[in-house]
């Protein structure tokens, strides 16, 4: 199965377009020594070929990431085609859904996500441009397996199990009114365990999760592969970097670091490989020489960049 990170950075890209933080403003004096970044985003093959693709997510950086990537680029035998068949989301963030728009062009694909998801994006008729007839929107359920389809129905090599993660409702959706968790349900924040049905090897997507339960704990102890919420280093990160008023935890993120932050989570999970996604531009892992970077690849993790490519 392959892999491809479109995207590595959180919402507003690295650097973001109106911060000057300290990690900020590296990336732009000095790219080599902070590397630019797109808003989070993976592709998978979907049927064993590298023809066929699903996007994990639709950046609002879609089309500067389809043109980084020629294995997204049109068939050159046809005057119009793609090699994406669908999409699948994982919430409603704008940094998830925004993208959608750029694949609006009379193209056939399919779009997956739970009914709290359409019901958003059917509430927002911005997204009307993603025209019914040749874009079919399917509610995928938790905890029950499903596979992409091509665009013309036809089968794939892929199942995919969406299950609820800790998370937050989207914000443009939160209601004060609910209480502490702003109405958030457990059909607004999921992960994915994508698995070859060729070859039966599986890894974890999880780009948004505000806490390491112990069912989730269980769920991705042993994996071969986990890609992980890497937004913030430090809880208070935004606030001390005087760029923001919220903590991670009250965005729906837990921090890398700390005693309940991922690097701890993971310690004793025996997981193969572990690739950090969504990645904040405030967050001083994203400098490549930084301590926080040496820390993190020290208790085994990656950071993604755009254009990583893997295969399992």
Not at 24 to 53: E, H
Not at 116 to 139: G, M, Q
Not at 182 to 207: A, C, H, M, W
Not at 248 to 263: A, I, V, Y
Request: net charge negative; with cysteine; charged share 25%.
């Amino acid at each position: 199965m392959d892999i491809i990170v479109l995207g590595a950075a959180a919402g507003g890209g690295f650097p973001q377009w109106n911060c000057n933080c300290s990690v900020c403003a590296m990336a732009r004096q000095f790219p080599d020594k902070a590397v630019p970044r797109t808003q989070s985003s993976l592709a998978i093959n979907i049927d064993g070929t590298g023809q066929k693709w699903v996007l994990l997510n639709a950046s609002p950086d879609l089309r500067q990431q389809i043109n980084e990537n020629r294995q997204l680029w049109p068939d050159t035998t046809s005057s119009r085609g793609t090699g994406i068949a669908g999409t699948i989301l994982t919430n409603g963030d704008v940094d998830h859904i925004c993208g959608l728009v750029n694949l609006r062009e009379s193209q056939k694909l399919n779009l997956y996500a739970t009914q709290r998801i359409l019901t958003a994006l059917s509430n927002n008729t911005v997204f009307d441009v993603l025209n019914p007839k040749f874009v079919e929107r399917h509610k995928i359920m938790l905890d029950e397996a499903f596979m992409p389809l091509d665009p013309d129905g036809g089968e794939t090599n892929i199942s995919i199990l969406p299950f609820a993660v800790p998370g937050k409702v989207a914000l443009y959706l939160e209601d004060e009114k609910s209480g502490d968790n702003f109405g958030s349900r457990p059909e607004d924040t999921i992960g994915l365990e994508i698995r070859s049905l060729s070859t039966n090897r599986k890894f974890f997507y999880v780009p948004g999760c505000a806490a390491m339960t112990p069912d989730l704990a269980n769920r991705l102890r042993d994996a071969e592969l986990v890609f992980f919420d890497g937004t913030l280093w430090r809880d208070e990160e935004m606030i001390d970097a005087g760029v923001g008023i919220k903590t991670g935890k009250r965005m729906g993120h837990m921090s890398m670091s700390g005693s309940e932050g991922s690097l701890a989570a993971f310690a004793n999970l025996n997981i193969k490989r572990k690739i950090f996604v969504h990645i904040n531009n405030t967050n001083p892992v994203l400098i490549e020489n930084s301590d926080e970077r040496r820390e993190a690849e020290t208790a085994g993790w990656e950071i993604s960049f755009d254009g990583m490519e893997i295969k399992i």
